[in-house]
């Protein structure tokens, strides 16, 4: 069941009501195990994402930049399966319009993407947007997670490996560099969790080790 703010279809209730009062129930196909929302700010709406349990996902809302992966920049009032399957994890950003991408971690540890890829998030070796599922060049990824304009994978060795914007050094490199190619943070091998953060604007990363250590780098102005 879904309420609340339904600018560009953002909870997919068939309709272009701008805000839902009472809760209402999506036509979808299966049994779903769990939702993502891409979140927005006050000028830029988001989506909103259902995995269900036989790996098939649902979109909804803002899609001006392909990032539901329907085949078509169309904005959506309802739920439509994307084209991707086998979906253990997907991850959605919808900040602004320079921020509009969606990040998918498969159950066989292979991360695809579609839509801006201004710093080279997609982890391809280039900046070019992507209007189709776009495969990204890592494997054996365990977990996945993003900040603003950057990705964290976890690997099943314990390794974690970084790619994207890195103006506060949030790539964990020793340097302020930008990547479009996937780097391995360096003296990490034994990691059993990462974050980029929550909500927009997030330029920092964290890791746990399985010694119940806590790394971050990144942006610190909040003490975080």
């Not at 927005?40 to 909804?60: A, I």
């Amino acid at each position: 069941m879904i309420t609340g703010n339904n600018l560009l279809g953002a909870i997919g209730s068939s309709s272009d009501t701008i805000y839902s009062p009472s809760w209402s129930k999506p036509t979808l196909l299966g049994t779903p195990l769990y939702v993502s929302n891409s979140g927005s700010n006050s000028n830029f709406r988001g989506s909103q994402f259902v995995v269900m349990s036989n790996g098939e996902m649902f979109g909804t809302g803002q899609n001006s930049r392909y990032n539901l992966g329907i085949g078509n920049a169309l904005n959506t009032y309802e739920f439509k399966k994307s084209s991707i399957t086998d979906v253990k994890k997907v991850i959605a950003r919808s900040d602004d319009s320079a921020n509009s991408a969606t990040y998918v971690l498969k159950n066989d540890g292979t991360v695809w993407a579609i839509g801006i890829n201004g710093y080279g998030q997609f982890g391809v070796g280039n900046t070019t947007t992507r209007t189709v599922w776009t495969q990204s060049a890592i494997s054996n990824v365990k977990d996945l997670a993003a900040g603003t304009y950057h990705l964290i994978a976890l690997k099943n060795d314990g390794t974690v490996w970084t790619v994207g914007l890195n103006n506060y050094g949030q790539l964990g490199n020793g340097t302020t560099t930008n990547s479009s190619n996937w780097i391995q943070v360096p003296s990490i091998t034994n990691a059993i969790a990462i974050s980029g953060g929550e909500g927009s604007g997030s330029y920092s990363s964290y890791i746990v080790t399985a010694t119940g250590e806590l790394w971050a780098t990144g942006l610190n102005t909040s003490r975080q």
